[in-house]
């Protein structure tokens, strides 16, 4: 298994620890809570702090383990699977964003009962993690 396909899973695991993490959070919350303002800034507050903390240590620990591959640069066909996973990437998150207004336009009552706010988080979090993956298996792949 080479760096980048490690490094790929790792973060793909890291986005899903922290996507539940969230998830799990807003839907502990009422409505009224989920559309304050300043409980919502503390969750993205502690999303951010925590994923950052947790890729900084997952990079240090793979460096140490693979230090002679760590610092070498994408070849081109490294580069040709991160735009394929970008793509599909980007895709989930434009049907998540449509998926979003069209559930603010037909009004609450037919939408999720999850904010718009925490809906295109959860959506950017999840587009992330399937990007991750896929970029993971057209690495493993070939």
């Given at each position: 298994?080479?760096?980048?396909?490690?490094?790929?899973?790792?973060?793909?695991?890291?986005?899903?620890?922290?996507?539940?993490?969230?998830?799990?959070?807003?839907?502990?919350?009422?409505?009224?809570a989920q559309?304050?303002?300043?409980?919502?800034s503390?969750?993205?507050?502690?999303?951010?702090?925590?994923?950052?903390?947790?890729?900084?240590?997952?990079?240090?620990?793979?460096?140490?383990?693979?230090?002679?591959?760590?610092?070498?640069?994408?070849?081109?066909?490294?580069?040709?699977?991160?735009?394929?996973?970008?793509?599909?990437?980007?895709?989930?998150?434009?049907?998540?964003?449509?998926?979003?207004?069209?559930?603010?336009?037909?009004?609450?009552?037919?939408?999720?009962?999850?904010?718009?706010?925490?809906?295109?988080?959860?959506?950017?979090?999840?587009?992330?993690?399937?990007?991750?993956?896929?970029?993971?298996?057209?690495?493993?792949?070939?």
């Amino acid at each position: 298994m080479s760096y980048t396909q490690k490094s790929r899973l790792l973060e793909m695991v890291i986005t899903l620890i922290v996507l539940f993490n969230y998830m799990q959070s807003v839907l502990s919350m009422t409505p009224q809570a989920q559309m304050d303002v300043t409980l919502a800034s503390g969750l993205l507050i502690s999303l951010a702090i925590q994923t950052v903390a947790m890729l900084i240590v997952m990079h240090i620990i793979l460096a140490a383990f693979n230090a002679k591959y760590a610092n070498q640069a994408k070849d081109e066909r490294e580069q040709s699977i991160a735009l394929k996973a970008k793509s599909v990437s980007l895709f989930i998150l434009q049907i998540g964003v449509v998926h979003t207004v069209f559930s603010m336009l037909i009004g609450p009552q037919y939408g999720l009962p999850i904010s718009p706010l925490h809906q295109l988080v959860i959506v950017a979090l999840l587009s992330d993690v399937i990007g991750k993956g896929v970029e993971a298996w057209l690495l493993y792949r070939g």
